[in-house]
C-alpha cells in the first residue's frame, strides 16, 4: 500500500483529518511549507503532526515527511507521456503500437533503475553469492519470467531452481536452511501462497530476496532485501502486464549481471568453453559468427588478438 492511500483509509481525529487531506489535496506542501506554516494554514496544533507520523508508523514527522516526498517523486515522474494500463488505443495503427510498446519499456526500465537502492542490492548480490542452493518462488507469470534467470545462472554453475508445482512451495520452503538463499516475487506482496512461503522460511532461517511493488506490503516486510518492480498497473483493468514483466526481468538480468561480475572472467571463460564445445548453430550473418577458436589458446588471446 503506498503511504499516500494509507492516509487516505487510516482512522484519525477530525483535526487529523484535516492535516491530512491538506496534504493530500496540496502534495507538494509537506516539501515547501514549515510546521508553523502548514499548522497556520489548517488551524490545528503542532502536536497533531507528531500524533499523525506515530499513526502512520514513523518515529516523527521528518521521517513521515521524507517518504512522502519519495514517494510523490516517483509518481510524478517518467510516466508522464504514457500510460502503463492503456499504452495504446484501438485507433493506434502497428507501427504506432510499435512505438508506443518501445517507449513502455525504455520507460519502465528507467522507472525500475530509480528504485534500485545500493545497500539492498549490495545484500541481494551478497546473499545469491553465499548460498549454496537458491530457490525462486512465484506464481502465474512470475514463474514463467524466472525460467531465463535460472538458465543464465545455471550455466555460470549456480544451483538453482524455480519452484514451479502448484502446492508444492510449502513442502519446498520447508526443506530449505540458512545455506539456501529464496528469491519470492510478488507484485502485491500480499500473495497468500508467497506469504506462507515466507514464514516457512523466515523459521528456517533463509535469507529472501523480495521482489515486489513499492510501498507498505507484507512481503516488504518480511524479506530481508528488497527491490521494487515499478509500480504502476491495476491488477487487471489493462491490456496486460508489461510494465510488470519487463521491471521483473530487468530485475533478475541486473542479479545475474552483479553475480557474474563478482567472477567476471572466470565466468566469461566458462561460457566461452562451453560454447566453443556445443554451441553448433550455423549462421550465415558475420555480425553473429564467432570468431574461430583455438584450443590451445588462452581465452583472453582468443577473445582480444594483437
Keep these: 500500500m503506498l503511504l499516500q492511500e494509507k492516509m487516505r483509509q487510516i482512522k484519525l481525529a477530525p483535526s487529523e483529518r484535516t492535516l491530512v487531506d491538506y496534504l493530500l489535496e496540496h502534495p507538494r506542501a509537506m516539501a515547501e511549507q514549515t510546521i508553523k506554516e502548514l499548522s497556520d494554514k489548517t488551524y490545528v496544533h503542532p502536536s497533531t503532526f507528531i500524533r499523525i507520523s506515530k499513526k502512520l508508523g514513523f518515529n516523527g514527522w521528518v521521517e513521515l515527511k521524507n517518504a512522502f516526498i519519495e514517494e510523490q517523486t516517483y509518481i510524478n515522474s517518467h510516466f508522464t507521456n504514457v500510460d502503463a494500463n492503456f499504452p ?19 520507460t519502465t526500465i528507467e522507472d525500475t533503475l530509480s528504485l534500485i537502492h545500493h545497500d539492498q542490492l549490495q545484500a541481494a548480490k551478497q546473499s545469491l553469492l553465499n548460498a549454496k542452493v537458491i530457490k525462486i518462488f512465484a506464481s502465474n507469470a512470475n514463474t514463467l519470467i524466472s525460467q531465463d534467470f ?21 513442502y519446498e520452503a520447508a526443506n530449505c536452511d540458512s545455506s539456501t538463499c529464496a528469491i ?13 512461503t515466507a514464514e516457512i522460511l523466515t523459521k528456517n532461517h533463509v535469507p ?21 518492480i515499478t509500480t504502476r498497473e491495476r491488477l487487471y483493468s489493462k491490456i496486460a502486464n508489461f510494465t510488470i514483466n519487463t521491471s521483473i526481468c530487468y530485475l533478475l538480468d541486473l542479479l545475474y549481471a552483479v553475480v557474474f561480475s563478482e567472477h567476471y572472467e572466470k565466468n566469461l571463460q566458462q561460457l566461452i568453453e562451453i560454447g566453443t564445445k556445443f554451441d553448433k548453430r550455423p549462421t550465415t550473418s558475420a555480425i553473429i559468427a564467432e570468431p574461430v577458436y583455438d584450443e590451445h589458446l588462452a581465452y583472453k588471446d582468443a577473445l582480444f588478438p594483437n
Design 150 to 170: 535460472v538458465l543464465k545462472m545455471r550455466r555460470i554453475k549456480k544451483n538453482i531452481l524455480v519452484c514451479n508445482t502448484v502446492g508444492e512451495s510449502a
Design 184 to 196: 519470492l516475487i510478488s507484485y502485491t506482496g500480499e500473495n497468500q501462497m508467497i506469504l506462507q
Design 88 to 106: 495504446f488505443t484501438s485507433h493506434d495503427g502497428i507501427m504506432t503500437i510499435a512505438k508506443k510498446l518501445a517507449n513502455l519499456e525504455q
Design 208 to 228: 529472501m530476496i523480495g521482489i515486489t511493488s513499492i510501498g507498505e506490503n507484507k512481503l516488504s516486510e518480511i524479506a530481508d532485501c528488497v527491490l521494487n
